[in-house]
């Protein structure tokens, strides 16, 4: 299969994601003038596409976006991508970049932007060991880009404060960094969205967020169960007494945090409440309405 390393689709084909090109003067490239989403499919089944798409539609608007399809249209190329590759664990991306303006000019009124779709093997967060044992994590000193600057609802690659911080939290020995607002309120990191267990309760960063699909699935799974849970605002001094902390993110669901800046969380192990809904969320991802077969 030509496209078992990965397929993309752009300017209406579907070639091998080592022949996709897009110009260098892209917008997109230059500016980060761009957009996307990331869904995924795991064991041959795609995670609650509707919200990927709904997400990146909302995403386009409010960038000023446009692409030749509607959330159907664009819901069957990306199954058709997917069925291409017939890869049984990968990433779905859809990316809107500006374009360029005709040579000579500035307008960006001018640009056609450029849809791109990309389908890949799975790009996990953490190795199976690492999902198993916990991750360790730092507070960044980096402050998050200001929410009134780049909104962090709408998924972009303005990602120069997380790159810092991965370098950041690599240098001090730890996987993970969790970046906190100017107001020092806790928002979120490179890919994924920080949750906390203290006193039996499950709270994640209520805004200054991206609005994650798989944050939206554990807090749907807490309402379901029974499992107190809210959004809420809290800092790192709040992070660090909490009894369990845990990061959601479509490259591999729940994954535990079991160091803060070089101090164990709870017994420095996965806590029985990250443990529990890791387990549901695995579960609820076999079947409608989740998740749905992708057919060959
Ligand atoms: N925050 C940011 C900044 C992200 O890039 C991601 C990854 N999409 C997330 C949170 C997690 O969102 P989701 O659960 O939809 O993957």
């Known amino acids: 299969n030509a496209f078992d390393q990965g397929v993309a689709w752009l300017d209406g084909h579907f070639v091998p994601l080592s022949e996709a090109r897009i110009s260098v003067f892209d917008h997109g490239f230059t500016r980060s003038d761009a957009t996307y989403d990331v869904a995924h499919v795991y064991r041959r089944r795609v995670f609650r596409l509707d919200r990927h798409i709904a997400r990146f539609m909302r995403s386009l608007k409010s960038l000023r976006f446009e692409i030749p399809f509607d ?163 809290f800092d790192a001094a709040a992070l660090r007494a909490a009894d369990e902390i845990f990061v959601t993110t479509t490259s591999g669901g729940i994954v535990p945090v079991v160091r803060l800046d070089d101090r164990p969380i709870g017994d420095g192990r996965p806590g029985p409440v990250t443990r529990k809904l890791n387990e549901i969320y695995w579960r609820r991802h076999e079947s409608a309405p989740w998740s749905e077969p992708i057919d060959i």
Do not use: Y
Not at 92 to 103: D, K, Q, S, V
Not at 115 to 134: D, K, N, S
Not at 204 to 226: F, H, Q, W, Y
């Open 71 to 233: 959330s159907d249209g664009l819901r069957a190329l990306l199954l058709e991508a997917v069925r291409q590759t017939a890869l049984d664990d990968a990433w779905i991306m859809m990316i809107c970049t500006r374009g360029r303006p005709p040579f000579g000019s500035r307008d960006i009124r001018l640009c056609r932007n450029n849809l791109i779709v990309c389908v890949v093997p799975f790009i996990w967060l953490a190795t199976p060991a690492q999902r198993e044992a916990g991750l360790t994590a730092t507070v960044s000193t980096l402050v998050r880009i200001p929410p009134h600057s780049v909104d962090p609802r709408v998924k972009n690659f303005h990602w120069l404060d997380f790159v810092r911080s991965i370098f950041e939290a690599q240098e001090r020995g730890s996987d993970l960094a969790f970046l906190c607002g100017e107001d020092g309120r806790v928002t979120e990191g490179a890919g994924f969205n920080v949750f906390m267990v203290k006193g039996g309760e499950v709270l994640t960063p209520a805004d200054g967020v991206l609005e994650g699909i798989t944050r939206a699935s554990v807090l749907d799974i807490c309402a379901d169960e029974g499992v107190p849970a809210r959004v809420a605002v």
